[in-house]
Each structure stands twice: as structure tokens, then as C-alpha cells.
């Protein structure tokens, strides 16, 4: 792995202080999903998934590590709050199997710091609120993941140290690579053949976009963990999803994302949501993810797609109600002005902070919602009506981005003692 600014802080005396990388790592959306674990330690999935990497200048999580043999312990920060290292086997996990690979790079090279055996300080922040009900496992261990190999100066490839990310989140080996992400289930009982792999480039398709609804930032009453056990024990409709549809799915997503052809994309992508929802609903007691809001984006895109005369956008759900929409760059303007003419934002809300409009479709915030282009998606809007302002929180418009980046010192969570600089009581 490329080592990027790991420069020591030095002292006034001169003293070296802590070795540290700073990271950040995106976030990622399964168009094909991953549910269900055949090995819950070393999370193992049931079935491989294929996910789309956004961009980290809208979503991301930011990650310093620093080592030094000062340090009493391993301590972490999330947001700025202290948390309980040994609180979390998967943290412990993670942080073990990075620290065993310092270790035979220690063993080869008998000058190099024994980085393996001082005491950490993690500091992670993330560039979306906490509000924004989005999960951040995903980002957050890839950022861990890739800063400790930066830190460290591991050897190992960004897919090879997927592995080390997933033993921390299953969705956060995706995240490791940029572009389009494929996580192999495997076979071998150790989980060393269950890694990701970049199926295309972020630059592939420039033209791919999305949009995520923040439709609730609600704790789940069933976690994701929780659900995936029950679903594997009392879903007939899972097994046949894992023995006979996901594997159809991922060899049709992958031709579809390697022609660029966004109808099939999208389809698929829509399918296999709604079968996963189907999956969550097939497990006894079911499970139910979405919300009527969510379902109403649902039906919204349907409608959109007839209106236009083709498949131009389509809606994907992980374990939750939030919303993420793909589209094409020439279809988001008239799909942005359907959304917020449909789900106002509440009239407190400043429209820069209902939707950012980071790529300057609209020329200004305040004309999002007014107007529609094209008049048949005009007369679907005066047919849907309005819902409730504020039933979706927020909107983000994002890309498909790249995969974790090396921060300079300056971008560092950690002051010059190792601790962080936006700490909270």
C-alpha cells in the first residue's frame, strides 16, 4: 500500500512523538445485495455482492491513526466522543489483524519501528450528520482499514486488505476500492478467498448519479445483524435467492455496468431491492425496513420511468427506509424538480440544506421545486400532489467516486499529544 505522510510530530525537545495517517473512505450502495452470513465471526457472506462507491466529497468518513509507544492503551473517538476500545469485538479483531501484519514486517526488517506493539489512538469523523440516518460502518472500517495500513506500511493490496475490513463490517470491504465494487463470497472456511474486487473504474461512468433520501435517521427496532440470523434460519425465499438468483444477478450486473447500459442497470438494481425487502417480509417474524414514505418514492419512480417513456432512474433500499436513486447526468435536473415539487421540504428548512446542489443543476437553491421542464413529469406531479413537508429530511446528490485517500498532516483529527482536536464531554 502507498505510504503517504506519516511524518512524526516532533516535540520541543525533539522527542518523537506519534507515527500517524490520516484517511478518508466513502461510502458504498449494494445494487446487488449482501444479507446473510454462513460464518457470523469472521463474516462470511451467504451470497456475493456487487455496490457502487460515491463520492467522498459528499459522503466519507475521515480516519487518523497514530501509534506511539507513550501511549498506555488503545483509545477511540467517534464524532469527537470517547468510546470503549474493548467494547467491540470486531474493533479488537480488526485492530488485532492489522497489528499481526506490522509484526512480519517488523520480523523482515529489524530497523523498522515496533509499530506492532505501541499504543493507538483512533480519531473518526464523518463528513454527513449523524441525523442523516445513514450507515457509516461501511466507511468508517475502511477508513480504520486503510489508514492502519498506511500507518504501518503494509505490503498487502487494497483487495488483499479488504479482507481486514470485512472482519470489521461485511459492506466495508467494498468500500476499500473505488468505482465498482464486487465482495466474493467465497468458499475457504478462513475467509481468504472472500474479498473485494473492482469490477470497473469510477471513471467508467462518468455519467452515473444518485440521489440518497434521508427519509429517517431512526435507530432500526431490528438490526441489521439480528434480522440477517433470522432471515437465514426461517426464510424459504432466502435460500433460493442465494442458491439460484444471486448468482444469475451478479454475471447481468456486471455486463450491464461494463456496457454502461443504464436500463438494465437500473432494473436489476430495482429487482433485487424489492427482493431483498421481499426476503426481510418472507422471515418469521417479518421484517419490515421501509416505510410508507419509502414506499411512495417507490411507486414515484415507477411513475417516472412511464412518464418519460423509458427506464431513467431507479430506487435502491438497504436495511432502512432511505431512499438511494440512480440516474443518468441528463436526467437529474427534471428528477430533482419532481422529488422536491412531491416532498417539500418543511418552509423552516433553508432549501440549501434541504438539497446542496453540488453539481449546479439549478441556478439557484431557491428555484429547486418550482418548476418542471417536461410536461408530462409536470402533469405526474400535479397527479401525485404534495406529501407531507419534511417526510424526506434531506436529499444528496452524489457520483460514483474513488476509493480511500491518503490525507495530508494538515487534515490530521489528532493534535501534536496524539489527541483530538474537536473532542466533546
Known amino acids: 500500500m502507498d505510504i503517504v505522510n506519516t511524518t512524526p510530530h516532533q516535540s520541543s525537545a525533539d522527542k518523537v512523538l506519534p507515527h500517524e495517517a490520516t484517511v478518508s473512505a466513502p461510502v458504498n450502495i449494494a445494487v446487488i445485495k449482501y444479507w446473510g452470513k454462513r460464518d457470523a465471526g469472521l463474516i462470511l457472506p451467504t451470497n456475493s ?144 478467498d472472500s474479498l473485494a474486487e473492482q469490477v470497473a473504474a469510477r471513471a467508467h461512468w462518468p455519467q452515473l448519479q444518485a440521489l440518497v433520501l434521508v427519509v429517517s435517521d431512526r435507530k432500526k427496532t431490528v438490526s441489521s445483524t439480528a434480522g440477517m440470523q433470522t432471515t437465514v434460519a426461517t426464510s424459504p425465499l432466502f435460500a433460493e435467492r442465494v442458491r439460484n438468483v444471486v448468482p444469475r444477478r451478479m454475471a447481468v450486473m456486471r455486463a450491464a455496468i461494463a456496457a454502461r447500459d443504464f436500463a438494465a442497470f437500473a432494473t436489476l438494481t430495482m429487482q433485487d431491492s424489492n427482493q431483498f425487502h421481499a426476503v426481510c417480509q418472507d422471515t418469521f417474524p417479518p421484517i419490515a425496513y421501509m416505510n410508507d414514505t419509502s414506499h411512495a418514492i417507490t411507486n414515484l419512480v415507477h411513475a417516472f420511468n412511464t412518464a418519460v417513456g423509458r427506464v431513467a432512474a431507479a430506487y435502491t433500499y438497504d436495511a432502512g427506509p432511505n431512499a438511494v436513486i440512480f440516474a443518468l ?21 433553508p432549501a440549501a440544506a434541504f438539497y446542496e446542489d453540488p453539481f449546479a443543476v439549478f441556478a439557484s437553491p431557491d428555484l429547486v421545486g418550482r418548476d418542471i421542464d417536461d ?32 490525507l495530508p498532516l494538515s487534515e490530521s483529527l489528532l493534535n501534536h499529544a496524539g489527541m483530538p482536536k474537536h473532542a466533546r464531554a
Not at 89 to 102: F, G, H
Not at 137 to 157: D, H, I, N, R
Not at 332 to 344: A, D, E, I, W
Not at 386 to 404: L, M
Open 49 to 192: 455482492s456487487l455496490s457502487v462507491t460515491l463520492s467522498q466529497d459528499h459522503l466519507c468518513t475521515r480516519t487518523t491513526v497514530c501509534a506511539a509507544a507513550e501511549f498506555g492503551g488503545d483509545r477511540l473517538w467517534l464524532n469527537g466522543v470517547e468510546e470503549d476500545v474493548t467494547a467491540s469485538a470486531r474493533l479488537c479483531n480488526v485492530i488485532s489483524t492489522a497489528r499481526k501484519l506490522r509484526a512480519a514486517v517488523e520480523q523482515a526488517d529489524s530497523a523498522a519501528p515496533r509499530l506492532s506493539t505501541w499504543g493507538l489512538h483512533v480519531c473518526s469523523e464523518n463528513n454527513f450528520p449523524t441525523a442523516a440516518g445513514l450507515a457509516s460502518s461501511a466507511s468508517g472500517y475502511a477508513a480504520l482499514v486503510s489508514a492502519l495500513g498506511t500507518l504501518f506500511k503494509l505490503p498487502q493490496s487494497a483487495a488483499e486488505l479488504s479482507r481486514v475490513a470485512r472482519v470489521g463490517s461485511g459492506s466495508a470491504c467494498r468500500s476499500i476500492l473505488g468505482g465498482f465494487v464486487a465482495w466474493q463470497a467465497g468458499v475457504e472456511g478462513d475467509g481468504s
Open 329 to 349: 447526468h441528463d436526467d437529474m435536473r427534471t428528477l430533482v424538480q419532481l422529488l422536491t415539487r412531491c416532498f417539500p421540504r418543511p418552509d423552516s428548512m
Open 375 to 406: 410536461p408530462a413529469v409536470a402533469a405526474l406531479a400535479k397527479s401525485i400532489g404534495t406529501f407531507t413537508a419534511g417526510s424526506v429530511r434531506r436529499i444528496i446528490h452524489t457520483e460514483v467516486g474513488d476509493g480511500p485517500r491518503v
